[in-house]
């Protein structure tokens, strides 16, 4: 697999664990990947236009929110 493909692959994952309103332990276990991994690219692409500014405030607020839910 080329690195165009992988790097679009941890685009969309991004994307999806951003906006979904999935927790990301459902969208990392659905895509067959790492809890950990996936973090890591939302960590190194949150910033890179992956999403709308408005739906990156949007998932901002939500995560807020889960992390106050206990």
Known sequence: M???RTDEF???AVRIALTSGLSRRQVADDLGRGFST???W???H???DVISAE???LAQEYEGLLSGVK
């Open 10 to 12: 941890h685009k969309d």
């Open 46 to 48: 949150r910033n890179m």
């Open 38 to 40: 996936l973090n890591k």
């Open 42 to 44: 939302v960590s190194a």
């Open 55 to 57: 739906d990156c405030e």
């Open 2 to 4: 080329g690195t165009g």
